[in-house]
């Protein structure tokens, strides 16, 4: 397949309230194509919309405007139990939110997929202690080599964390004051300042100190 | 080396949650094979899919060869597949020895009339206490299973399981609620039945699948994410790191 796997087009979240007088209280904007084949981490302070892109990206949570294509297809248009044959979000099971349906099923597009095309990874628990880390690395490793998107978003709050972000990902996604931004490597990432407030003094030290 | 117990490609939904995505399994005659993962990986799901608990939404599940999706859980086990659970299913007030014997086949199938004279039958009660020292329960009979302590309780559970004379025992998390004597007792339980049958164990406790089993397989996130023998999944880096606690 030619042209990006995954494409958020002029995608455009807000959450307002009040009936007469209404206040935007959350607003997130997201203009971006990522490739098939990598591997993409993701950080940003709580409550910036991180979980809210996962959700918008794989077709849970309908965007206020704009779109979110899956190897072309608009995947707010696609079968609901069908959605994560494109984009297929592993969350933690406290995490899940249910949101309203639009439309009949039969009235929508199949997804034309059995496995999915982009895989998001929301904060996946990694326990040093088990070992398990290992074998989740190799897993985003196999589904990239197989021509997937793999996005991982991390909280990075240990040296590991940081570790693991510049071991595995190609590319990143800052997500912080209502839009993304896309840094192409770690040294990069640490470059932004709002990226280091966000990290801290100590964190972005270990981070020099990987990168 | 042919299969005893295959799954193919398993898929799980629950409405539009997908529990498992992608599980493929093979289980030889004689083996021992661990299923190891996080919690909430799936584990137990996919134990009620092989067992016929759950009907896939998709995949094949056969038994030396013959499918046996989405047959009922007795018809399964009647086809020689056992299992334990995660929490145990014991006749509380009944002795060790009778919540064996009202597992045996034959009891079965002459109908189920337990209460009665049943232990008196020696033939059974024979069959019965074969089975209890073959779990390590000699001379335990006659206890009641709420009386056993809580190993000797998991101890029973298997020769339960045992009873039926399966091909292929499935244990869901053996060793939860046990401490290290009874683990290490456990594991020389298992240890001491490996070979006679084919034996699938899901465990949360890495060491104890490490130190058991021919091959090991990790689910997470409803997929296989690794498969092979204890020492190859001890080669992966953090593996290495996690048990010899390098990482803070």
Known sequence: ?????????????????????????????????????????????????????????????RPSAGRVLVAGRDIHRVKYGERDRLAVHYHQSYQVRRFSKRLPSFLMQPAGETYPLVHLFDEPQFNTQDGYIGFMLDFFHRLRDDGRLVVVCLHPTARYHLQILREICEGFLFVSGGGVTRHADFAGLLVDPRVRNYLGSGMTQQAEALA | MSALFEADRLQMRFGNRIVLEDITLRFGPGELCGIMGPNGAGKTTCFNVLTGRYRPSRGQVRLD?????????????????????????????????????????????????????????????????????????AGKGGVLA?????????????????????????????????????????????GSLKGQLTIVIIEHDMRFLFSLADRISVIHWGQVLAQG?????RDNEWVRNSNLGKLQ
Not at chain 1, 48 to 56: I, N, Q, S
Not at chain 2, 71 to 77: C, D, Q, S, T
Not at chain 2, 120 to 128: G, L, M, V
Not at chain 2, 146 to 166: C, F, M, N, T
């Open chain 1, 1 to 61: 397949m030619s042209g990006p796997l995954l494409r958020l087009v002029g995608l455009e979240k807000t959450y307002s309230r009040g009936l007469l007088r209404r206040q935007i209280t959350f607003r997130l904007k997201a203009e971006l194509d990522l490739a098939g084949r990598q591997i993409i981490g993701v950080i940003g302070p709580n409550g910036a919309g991180k979980t809210t892109l996962f959700e918008m990206m794989t077709g849970s949570n």
């Open chain 2, 65 to 137: 060869g013959e499918d046996i999706t989405g047959l009922r859980p007795h018809e399964i086990a009647r086809k020689g597949v056992s299992r334990s659970f995660q929490i145990m299913n014991l006749f509380n007030d009944f002795t060790a020895r009778d919540n064996i014997v009202t597992a045996l086949p034959g009891l079965r199938r002459r109908g189920f009339d337990v209460s009665h004279a049943v232990a008196a039958n020696s033939a059974f009660a024979d069959q019965a206490e074969v089975l209890l020292e073959r779990v390590g329960l």
């Open chain 2, 146 to 190: 709420r009386s056993l302590s809580y190993g000797d309780r998991r101890a029973l559970e298997i020769g339960v399981a045992l009873a039926a004379a399966p091909r292929i025992l499935f244990l869901d998390e053996p060793t939860s609620g046990l401490g290290s004597d009874g683990t290490a007792r456990l594991a020389a339980l298992i």
């Open chain 2, 229 to 233: 023998t204890p020492q190859m999944l």
